[in-house]
Each structure stands twice: as C-alpha cells, then as structure tokens.
C-alpha cells in the first residue's frame, strides 16, 4: 500500500511538472501546423527566392532556427521537425542555419531544375550560355552581402580564365548596383578593362528606397573599399559609400543604357544597350529582379497622380492617398506617408492578411492601424482612379474614396523574356 502511495505521488509530481511543457508544445505544434496548412492553400509556403533548407534525418527539434530568424513566422516546428511556414518572408539572412547545432539547416534556392523563376548558373555564375554571367539578386539570392561576394567571385574567376585583349573590353557589367559595382571594383583589381552600364544612376534597387529607409546588412568586404561592418545603414549612407567608390577607383560607367539584347559573336559578345553597341569578352548581368513596374491596368492610372514609387514621402502633405499593395514597400511607403502633416491614407490590399512582410514592418503598421492612424482595406481591388476620387472593390461592393495621389507596388515584371531570347536556361518547367 505504500509503494502505490509513493508511485502515485511520483506520477502526479512528475505530470505537473510535464503536462504544462507538453500542453504548450501541444498547442504551438497545432498552430504551426495551421499556419502551414493556411500558407499552402495560399502558395506563400514556397520561397520566392533563396529560403532554409531543413534535412529532416538531422533535426533534432530544438527550435533554435525558429528562434534565430529576424524576420519571424518563415520556420516553425511541426511533429518536432522545422519546416517552412511561410517561405516568402525569407530574404537570406542565414541566422537560422548559424544558430542550428546539428547543422539540419542550410540557405539555398533548393533544386534549381524544378524552378522555372531562376537562371542556370554554375558555380561560377556562369549561365547555359558560355561567356555570360549571372550575379546578384537575378540569380535568386537577396541581401547586398551576397550580391557583392558573388559579384567579387564573379570576375575574379573570369580573371583567371580569361583570354584578354581580343575585344575593346574584357568584361562587359550590365547593372550598376552593388553587385555590378563589386564586378567592376574586382574587375579593376584584377587588371581588366571593363565598363559599367545600367540604365540608371548607381545604386541599384537601393535608389528605389524612401528617404532615410533602413537597409539591413551583414558584415562584407568591398573590393578595394574596404567591409560594410554595420548591421543597418541608411539609404543615404550606403549610396554614399558606393558613389565614394566610383570617384576613388574611377568607376567608368555609362548610365541611360537600357539592355535591349547580348548576341554572341567568336569568342565574345556583342551588347546593345540603348543607341550603344559594345564589344566585350565576357558579360555579367548585374541586374535586379524587379524589371518593370507592374501596372494594374485600370481606367484613370495613367494620370500624373499615380506614382510606382516613393522616394520623399515628406513632399506629400495635407492630401487624401491611397497606397496599393501588400509587401514591404507598400507598407513603408504607407507608414511614411501617414506620418506626414494631414495626410489620410488607405492602404489597398487584395489578400486577408498581410503574409509575407519583415516582422518590424508588421509590428509598426499594426500599431498604426491600432491608433487609427492609417486605413486598410483588405480584400480590396482598384476598379478606377477618377480625378479626384479612387474607386475600389470590396467584398461589402463598391467603395469611394476622395483621392489626391496614388502610389501602386504592385511588384514588376522580372526580365525574363529578354534572358530566354539570349539563349539563357531556366529551370524544365520553362525549357
């Protein structure tokens, strides 16, 4: 009678010291498997771009890269195994693969066979077609960490191969952002005779951000610079460290060169760029994915009010706007407008939710929403943009709004077209 009195306190100690622990991995298991089971039905389990590889033989449950990621809800544990959650909310940061102690997780862009919104590069960024290179955030990988050591081991491994002399350049750099910035800076250590193109003033995608965004970095050396040691830097200060670059280095770039088409010629290519024709051995393509600003092709949006980006939110004021779209930087631009002196802004957004935006994003516009600073309209679609007034669809009908300016990120169309019609393989599925 008294051993069953001492194995019945032994068992009823032993539950509430395990039944607490089992109920909270209980409950966190089956929201993580809902919020999997959500991201499926809605396509945002699968990565837009880079995401954590989980080798399930290896991981031991431990949580810690759910915990290390910065951007939250991209991993969770599902039967005591990582998976992806929600994968579109991945931008490489690789915290989660650092923080795993069994190494069951690493950063990748998976099976690039199967993917038919990646170029087939090697492991020396070159493409199916001889001679030209891929780099950057086109190739799959976001984060300026890896556009600049993919641009340096770019041109130092066209270098060492290279036959030079035979055309005006050895290397031909399509796009003036930090990866086609750390091309030509390599290119110049290496004694290459090189030029830059792009379209635009340097800088890249980092021109397209507000004033003073924050941009988030890790820790990466420059050719002939010098490391990028902080983890934030300001739009303002990274432009300034890049076009420091180019004055000291004497960067030769060519800018209003819009890429029209690289056909090969013998042992090298011959590039139209605008009214420019060049020459050049090799050819690395710098260029984002972004592409062209996608258009909602609604009555009214091609008047002078409707903007596809916002680089001065202070210059909007005491107006009625309405901002389109559901990622980050239609959520910035939002939050920076409404901070503005007067301005009642909406935010039109076709999806339930907001799925695939930075954790900090999230955080700053739901207090917003909160303090009724700023207007959502989810579920929503611009049927017309009138002179003076927006028009949307709701699943409650047809909403009016005063309007003095629209703002449209509604993604771009990537320049996939102008690849394919180089010769430039993607995954089978677009092959």
């Given at each position: 009678?008294?051993?069953?009195?001492?194995?019945?306190?032994v068992?009823?100690?032993?539950?509430?010291?395990t039944?607490?622990y089992?109920w909270?991995h209980?409950?966190?298991?089956q929201?993580n498997?809902?919020?999997?089971?959500?991201?499926?039905?809605?396509?945002?389990?699968?990565?837009?771009?880079?995401?954590p590889?989980?080798?399930?033989?290896?991981c031991?449950?431990?949580g810690?890269?759910?915990k290390?990621?910065?951007?939250g809800?991209?991993?969770g544990?599902?039967d005591?195994?990582a998976?992806?959650?929600?994968?579109?909310?991945?931008?490489?940061h690789?915290?989660?693969?650092?923080?795993?102690?069994v190494?069951?997780?690493?950063?990748?862009?998976?099976d690039?066979?199967?993917r038919?919104?990646?170029?087939?590069?090697d492991?020396?960024?070159?493409?199916?077609?001889?001679?030209l290179?891929?780099?950057?955030?086109l190739g799959?990988?976001?984060l300026?960490?890896?556009?600049?050591q993919?641009?340096?081991?770019?041109?130092s491994?066209?270098?060492?191969s290279l036959?030079r002399?035979r055309?005006?350049?050895?290397?031909?750099?399509?796009?003036a952002?930090?990866?086609?910035?750390?091309?030509?800076?390599?290119?110049?250590?290496?004694?290459l005779?090189?030029?830059?193109?792009?379209?635009?003033?340097p800088?890249?995608?980092?021109?397209q951000?507000p004033?003073?965004?924050?941009v988030?970095?890790?820790?990466?050396?420059?050719?002939?610079v010098g490391?990028?040691?902080?983890?934030?830097?300001?739009?303002?200060?990274?432009?300034?460290i890049?076009?420091?670059?180019?004055?000291?280095?004497?960067?030769?770039i060519?800018?209003?060169?819009?890429?029209?088409?690289?056909s090969?010629?013998?042992?090298?290519?011959e590039?139209?760029?605008g009214?420019?024709?060049?020459?050049?051995?090799?050819?690395?393509?710098?260029?984002g994915?972004r592409?062209?600003?996608?258009k909602l092709?609604?009555?009214?949006?091609?008047?002078?009010k409707?903007?596809?980006?916002?680089?001065?939110a202070?210059?909007?004021?005491n107006?009625?706007?309405?901002?389109v779209g559901?990622g980050?930087?239609a959520?910035?631009?939002?939050?920076?407008l409404?901070?503005?002196?007067?301005?009642?802004?909406?935010?039109s957004y076709?999806?339930?939710?907001?799925?695939?935006?930075?954790?900090?994003?999230?955080?700053?516009?739901?207090?917003?929403l909160e303090?009724?600073q700023?207007?959502?309209?989810?579920?929503?679609?611009?049927?017309?943009?009138?002179?003076?007034?927006?028009l949307?669809?709701?699943?409650?009908?047809?909403?009016?709004?005063?309007?003095?300016?629209?703002?449209i990120?509604?993604g771009?169309?990537?320049p996939?077209?102008?690849l394919?019609s180089?010769?430039?393989?993607?995954?089978a599925?677009?092959?």
């Amino acid at each position: 009678m008294e051993s069953v009195l001492i194995w019945t306190l032994v068992l009823g100690v032993t539950g509430l010291i395990t039944l607490p622990y089992w109920w909270r991995h209980y409950r966190r298991d089956q929201r993580n498997r809902s919020e999997k089971q959500e991201a499926v039905h809605l396509g945002i389990d699968k990565p837009k771009a880079q995401y954590p590889m989980v080798d399930t033989s290896l991981c031991i449950g431990c949580g810690s890269c759910v915990k290390a990621c910065p951007e939250g809800g991209v991993l969770g544990l599902v039967d005591g195994k990582a998976t992806i959650i929600n994968g579109f909310r991945c931008v490489g940061h690789g915290l989660c693969a650092a923080a795993c102690p069994v190494e069951a997780v690493q950063i990748g862009l998976g099976d690039l066979k199967r993917r038919d919104d990646i170029p087939l590069t090697d492991s020396g960024f070159e493409s199916s077609v001889p001679g030209l290179h891929i780099v950057g955030e086109l190739g799959g990988l976001a984060l300026i960490k890896n556009a600049i050591q993919q641009g340096t081991r770019c041109v130092s491994g066209i270098a060492k191969s290279l036959e030079r002399g035979r055309y005006p350049l050895d290397v031909l750099i399509v796009g003036a952002g930090p990866a086609g910035l750390a091309c030509a800076l390599t290119a110049k250590r290496e004694g290459l005779r090189y030029l830059v193109i792009d379209q635009q003033a340097p800088g890249g995608t980092i021109l397209q951000y507000p004033r003073k965004k924050l941009v988030l970095t890790q820790p990466v050396e420059i050719p002939l610079v010098g490391w990028l040691k902080k983890s934030e830097y300001s739009k303002e200060e990274l432009l300034a460290i890049w076009q420091k670059a180019i004055i000291d280095q004497a960067v030769p770039i060519e800018t209003d060169c819009r890429l029209e088409q690289v056909s090969p010629i013998p042992g090298g290519f011959e590039v139209f760029a605008g009214s420019r024709r060049f020459e050049a051995s090799r050819v690395v393509l710098a260029l984002g994915r972004r592409g062209t600003p996608r258009k909602l092709n609604v009555p009214g949006e091609d008047q002078a009010k409707v903007a596809y980006q916002l680089l001065d939110a202070f210059q909007y004021q005491n107006e009625h706007v309405l901002v389109v779209g559901g990622g980050d930087s239609a959520i910035e631009a939002a939050m920076a407008l409404a901070a503005q002196t007067g301005n009642q802004v909406t935010l039109s957004y076709r999806k339930t939710k907001f799925f695939r935006i930075k954790r900090r994003n999230e955080e700053r516009i739901y207090a917003l929403l909160e303090k009724d600073q700023l207007r959502v309209q989810f579920e929503s679609n611009v049927l017309e943009i009138g002179s003076d007034f927006v028009l949307l669809e709701t699943p409650q009908g047809p909403l009016r709004l005063a309007n003095d300016r629209v703002f449209i990120f509604a993604g771009g169309t990537p320049p996939f077209d102008l690849l394919k019609s180089m010769g430039i393989a993607f995954g089978a599925a677009s092959v």
